[in-house]
Each structure stands twice: as C-alpha cells, then as structure tokens.
C-alpha cells in the first residue's frame, strides 16, 4: 500500500510512483477515472490499514480503565478517577474542558502530552484561562474536503520527498489519525435535464481536473490512515453522516 517516493521535483505532481510521473504525455479518457471504478471508493469507503495513534498512555493520573461490553474489552479514562489521583475539582469544569482533559489523559506520553500539560488545564478552575498554555489535542480522526485536503496531502508528499532525500524512510511520513479527504462542491452543471446528466457531469469533471484526481487516487494508496471519497459522491457532511 505504500508507494516510494522518487526525489527529484518539488512539483506535487511528479511526486510518488503512479502519481506525476504517470501522467506525462498521457491522457485519462473520461469516466476512466470515474467513482463506479473499482480503486474509487463507493458507498462506505473502502477500509485503510489504521496505523497506532500513539503508545499506551502514561496514566499518571491512575484514570485508565476497562469495560466489557458484548464480549469486547473498551479502555478508556475516568475523570472521577483522575479527580482522585492529583487533579482536584474537574468536575466542576465545563464539558468543553472535560472533553480536552479526557483526551489529554488518553494521549499523555510525556512528549506531546505530559503530566504539566495536564494539570495546566486541570488549572483553569483557578486562572480561567489567563494563563496561556499550548495542548497538544489529538481528534480521533479528521474531516477534510478538497479546497483543504488537497494542500495537506501535497504537504505530505513535499515531506516524503524530503525525507528521502535526506536518506530515511518516505514511508513514515502518514497522517497520525485516520483522515477521510471528501471532494465536494466539484461537479459543474454542464449537461441537464436527462437521466444521464450526473454521470456526464462527473465525467467531465474528471476529464477536465485528471491531473489532480490522479494524484489523490495516488495519496489514497500511498498513505496510511488516509482514505479519499470522489466527486459526486456528495458533500462533506452528508458523507460523513451517511458512510462514515
């Protein structure tokens, strides 16, 4: 599933096997690039090898627990708990804070999360927030469509360029958490008024953008943690509620 990266050119379209360097003197006729392909995902998109966010916590705190649900064991990070083992009051801070005390307990790895890190916020009960202080939050996962999405995977693939270049492993450099890119608001009304419009309509998108889509197709099977859901398929927040 990872692609190595040749380090030759800064443009983000010869960047990584199958990507640039495949679309030099060639053109991608259209629909061949179309969702109801196979490599596109349709519907639930296709299942990505989840890379590990990160090592076990710390659990300075003594939070961490076990639940059995189904036959399944859970682990997650009881604020009660925490209250008890050293940081007193945090159940009085507003749910917003619980939420970032909850995910600081569960990423706390004494580098991006540490023990101060944690209290500092605990500490919002006294300061109400006059003391700045920098938290390294981590999402469960990210949301992106395509006016964004596509500069952050052009920044990965800059990234892998130059981690080859400095004689590592381009295959390390992958999203930390898992990250779905819907491209959306994409599709131009060109054909109208007939059974068959949206697929000439996407058909044309993928004609007139092959480059682009080309290199997300690229990006989807170079990274980990990575999953792209094609045009036409709807916008970033249906998808998200209705496939992801």
């Not at 270049?165 to 608001?185: C, K, M, R, S, W």
């Amino acid at each position: 599933m990872i692609a190595p990266v040749p380090a030759r050119s800064a443009d983000p379209l010869r960047l990584g096997a199958g990507c640039g360097e495949a679309l030099k003197g060639k053109h991608v006729p259209p629909g061949s690039l179309s969702p109801d392909k196979k490599d596109w995902p349709t519907g639930r998109p296709l299942e990505k090898r989840i890379l590990p966010v990160t090592q076990p916590s710390l659990d300075s705190f003594k939070s961490r627990k076990k639940l059995k649900v189904g036959g399944k064991t859970y682990v997650y990070y009881s604020l009660p708990d925490a209250e008890a083992n050293g940081l007193p009051g945090i159940s009085s801070l507003p749910f917003s804070m619980k939420v970032l005390i909850e995910n600081l307990l569960r990423f706390e790895d004494g580098r991006s999360v540490t023990k101060d890190d944690i209290k500092a916020l605990a500490e919002w009960l006294v300061n109400k927030g006059k003391v700045d202080k920098e938290i390294a939050y981590r999402p469960a996962r990210v949301l992106m469509q395509d006016f964004t999405g596509v500069p952050a995977v052009v920044d990965l693939a800059a990234m892998r360029d130059a981690m080859k270049q400095l004689g590592g492993n381009p295959e390390l450099i992958n999203p930390l958490v898992p990250v779905d890119l819907v491209i959306d608001h994409s599709v131009v009304v060109d054909y109208f008024g007939h059974g068959d419009s949206l697929k000439k309509n996407v058909d044309r998108e993928y004609e007139q953008n092959q480059e682009r889509y080309r290199f997300l197709k690229w990006g989807q099977s170079a990274f980990s943690n990575f999953r792209v859901v094609p045009p036409g398929t709807g916008i970033c927040h249906q998808v998200n509620v209705e496939y992801l």
